[in-house]
């Protein structure tokens, strides 16, 4: 939170007196960056200079009309085009307005009174604002606003003591969430009605452990029994996953009719070893994997498992650190080179290492490196030292090569502040690092990639990754469900994460077991169960359970899908079947001429529309939307993607005014050669007559037909005056008396664009009035070189023009004359510089 200088006053009474110079006024409005009246001390002092009173114009426009200096500022030559420029409504991520260290108090004022949401939530995440502006918005009707307030590093103690009271559960889990809340704050919060509240305050560490105990007391006691059989599949998962069950509870589920529940059981570390050992024999062989993956499991099961021939078993083992180091040697024997790649990358055991590189031929373009060749290398490091490539070539970027480095006496140190936060427990067991400990030393300074870095990584290091996936942030776990360097290990977990993202992400990875698939085939949303229809690697029966799935997008998915290598029918009737956005999405992807038949027949705009812009879409069904269509939108997308010119003439009849003109601007009627787009000649001729201004103005500007140029040129139209003007075919006289019978100023601006005539750049500049339109004359430097333009121009009225003038190596006497006593002394002053 900003806090309040020391010198303010003494600053203060600076800021007011005329006689403070530029560079100081600067000084005072960067040092007191939090005060308003600072601010407006210097806005109101003749003295501002011009670049701070735009700014001043701009954000506080009532103040900055009192400075006494306002009248010369405004001769500036460039005073319209900086006054006129609008701060940005809208946020935008290369917005300089406000910086983030040290946000004006003055623009922040502003942004916040007719800025939009974004604006306000970026304001409010800047810690160095001042407490005013923070209660000013504490009430704010948008919940994110206070959202972020809740979340701030630095805020007086009563404001989230309002927040943590919020009708909004996102705030006051916000505050729950915050470990800079008061303690009393978060206890109270911990017994919240909200169990997503609640949580997020017994999960921080400053929530007093004696008011997360007692809110754990008092959720057992009002607990109702769980009805297993009245919980939908999605939530028994969830229970299954849970770390929070009773015994017995466990008990009942190990034996439920899902094996989804059953496997999720498998997986939980608080079954017993007896449950354990029951699933290690189910007779779901997929489920077995369960017990596998269990650190828990007696090491005399797992090593009856290593006899298994089912590949996620056999993952489920090399992924499991309790299966004894005979058994894992007994695995990389067997093991193909996804599973002994796990096995790499999670085993504790050098002899492990050693034999997965066994009788390796030796390969010495990366090119041609598998895994194993890494493992080699990473291996032979450990005597040198030079593990830094290997951490960061994009195909060696495996769990295993940091770990190798991690527990190495020569692993660099750049590296081992990295490995000493996301691997500490592989970093602890390096020599060097163990000793220190002994001895109460520090090592290395734990360090964390900066996120710029973290967003920047599209494949993360394998210890980056990992320890992402079993973090609490939502945008990170979705960041390593994505990564190859991910194990399935800490993957499983998040089958039933509450980010739909996440699990979308993982249901399009490559290398999954049995498991995954069927659980997300029975996702609730159909976005996840549609990525797994679309998965390569998803098996027969789950896609044979899909295809009589009831949204449309995923049934759809499984008949065009890769994975579809039987030709499995699709489920009829997807028109108005389910969602309009699912039906949209079916129509964007689908190629299949019969689906898009289908659909193009939705009683959902959007849907048809979507069918129209498919490019795979049969022409004569586009030629059918085109004319028949209801909606008008729809009929305008079809007419665009239309190539048939009689659909598009008929188009051109259409009531609809916007359809009508995007027939005429149709690409049907033009083609490209010569480096030149030619129009049909005969089009233009019979849309020249339209009642539709829009249209005729593509006639005037690619027309080339003198007597039709001469027709146009009495049109009435503004608009058809600038499409003629703009036809580069035109001749001079033509544009001459164009430009002596029109009214309007661009008309006669674009007449003057790139004109050698002189006579008619100087009717058009003297025409020109406003420096909205003053381009095409003062940036015409072969015009503004010649002696009678120059003459006729010194005294223009538009500043902009005058100015130009000035940059011409020679001027006439008489340009000299007027321009050295110009009204405006940035002119003046110009003029004195060239002399």
């Known amino acids: 939170m900003y806090e309040r200088n020391p010198d303010f006053e003494a600053d203060l009474v600076l800021a007011k007196n005329p006689d403070t110079c530029e560079a100081e006024l600067n000084k005072l409005l960067r040092k007191h960056f939090g005060e308003v009246e600072i601010a407006e001390a210097i806005a109101l002092n003749p003295s501002c200079p011009y670049r701070l009173f735009v700014s001043f114009w701009r954000f506080m426009r009532e103040v900055a009309e009192e400075n006494p200096s306002k009248v010369i500022h405004q001769k500036h030559p460039h005073w319209h085009t900086s006054a006129n420029r609008k701060p940005r409504s809208k946020y935008h991520q290369y917005a300089d307005y406000i910086s983030k260290s040290s946000p004006s108090a003055y623009r922040a ?30 009430s704010d009707k948008s919940a994110p606003v206070r959202k972020v307030i809740a979340s701030r590093v630095t805020a007086p103690a009563d404001i989230f003591e309002q927040l943590s009271r919020d009708s909004a559960k996102t705030v006051r889990q916000a505050v729950a969430s915050n470990p800079h809340a008061p303690a009393e704050l978060l206890a109270r919060l911990a017994h919240d009605k909200v169990a997503v509240v609640a949580d997020a305050a017994r999960n921080n560490p400053n929530c007093p452990d004696e008011a997360v105990h007692q809110a754990r007391l008092n959720d057992a006691a009002h607990s109702k029994p769980v009805d297993l059989e009245k919980l939908s599949f999605s939530k028994l998962c969830r229970l299954a996953a849970s770390t929070e069950l009773a015994e017995e509870q466990i008990a009942t589920l190990a034996s439920h009719n899902e094996p989804c529940v ?87 055991f050098s002899a492990v290492w050693e034999k997965l590189v066994e009788g ?105 990754s990992n320890y992402y996936a079993q973090c609490g942030n939502d945008k990170r776990k979705a960041q390593a469900a994505s990564a190859w360097t991910t194990e399935l290990l800490y993957l499983l977990p998040l089958v039933v994460d509450d980010n739909v993202n996440t699990r979308k992400r993982l249901a399009c990875r490559k290398h999954l077991i049995q498991f995954v698939f069927e659980i997300l085939a029975r996702d609730d949303k159909s976005g996840v169960r549609e990525e797994i229809a679309k998965n390569r690697s998803t098996p027969k029966n789950v896609l044979e359970h899909l295809s009589s799935d009831n949204a449309s997008n995923v049934h759809t998915s499984v008949s065009q899908g890769a994975g579809n290598t039987d030709g499995q029918a699709r489920k009829p009737g997807i028109a108005n079947q389910g969602s ?136 009435p139209s503004v608009l058809v005056q600038r499409a003629l003007a703009s036809n580069q075919l035109l001749s001079t006289d033509d544009k001459l008396t164009m430009v002596r019978i029109t009214d309007d100023q661009e008309t006669a601006s674009i007449l003057a664009r790139k004109t050698t005539n002189e006579e008619l750049f100087l009717i058009a500049a003297a025409m020109i009035t406003s420096s909205h339109v003053d381009d095409p004359i003062r940036c015409h430097a072969q015009m503004l070189a010649r002696p009678a333009v120059q003459d006729q121009l010194c005294t223009h009225p538009v500043p902009n023009i005058r100015f130009a003038l000035t940059n011409q190596p020679h001027l006439t006497e008489r340009a000299i004359s007027a321009l050295s006593n110009d009204v405006s002394e940035g002119i003046r002053k110009r003029m004195a510089d060239r002399k």
């Open 262 to 348: 059953r496997f999720l059981i498998g997986t939980n570390p608080l079954t017993p070893t007896a449950l354990l050992e029951q699933l290690a024999q189910d007779s779901e062989e997929w489920v077995q994997a369960s017990a596998a993956f269990n650190p828990n499991t007696p090491a005399e099961t797992l090593t009856r498992l290593v006899s298994s021939t089912n590949n996620d078993i056999l993952l489920g083992l090399a992924s499991n650190p309790g299966l004894p180091e005979s058994a894992q040697l007994q695995l990389a024997e067997k093991a193909n080179d996804r599973i002994g790649l796990t096995l790499a990358n999670l085993t504790n």
């Open 360 to 464: 390796l031929l030796v390969v010495k373009k990366a090119t041609y490196k598998s895994w194993r060749h890494f493992l080699a290398d990473a291996l032979k490091a450990r005597s040198t030292g030079k593990f830094s490539s290997l951490q960061r070539a994009k195909k060696s970027r495996h769990l295993f090569v940091s770990r190798i480095a991690a527990i190495s006496e020569s692993c660099p140190d750049d590296l081992a502040c990295y490995y000493a936060h996301y691997i500490f427990n592989d970093y602890s067991r390096n020599p060097k690092v163990a000793l220190a400990m002994l001895e109460g030393k520090t090592p290395v300074k734990p360090q964390q990639y900066r996120e710029w870095k973290l967003d920047q990584w599209m494949e993360p290091p394998g210890h980056v």
């Open 580 to 715: 309009a956005t699912e039906r949209a999405r079916v129509a964007k992807r689908s190629t299949a001429p019969e689906i898009l038949t289908e659909l193009a027949g939705d009683r959902a705009a959007s849907v048809r529309a979507t069918v129209a812009a498919n490019r795979h879409t049969p022409p004569e069904l586009i030629a059918q939307l085109a004319l028949h269509d209801k909606e008008a939108k729809v009929r305008i997308v079809a007419v665009s993607q239309c190539r048939d010119e009689d659909v598009v003439k008929q188009a051109l009849n259409d009531f609809d005014k916007t359809v009508r003109i995007t027939a005429a601007s149709s690409p049907v009627w033009c083609k490209y050669q010569d480096r030149r787009t030619h129009y049909n000649q005969e089009f233009l001729s019979w849309i020249a007559d339209s009642g539709d201004e829009e249209v005729r103005a593509i006639a005037a500007k690619h027309c080339e037909s003198v007597s039709l140029q001469h027709q146009l040129m009495n049109d």
């Open 109 to 138: 004022r502003y942004l916040m009174q007719h800025g939009d949401g974004s604006w306000k939530r970026f304001i409010m995440s800047a810690e160095p604002i001042p407490e005013q502006l923070i209660r000013d918005y504490v």
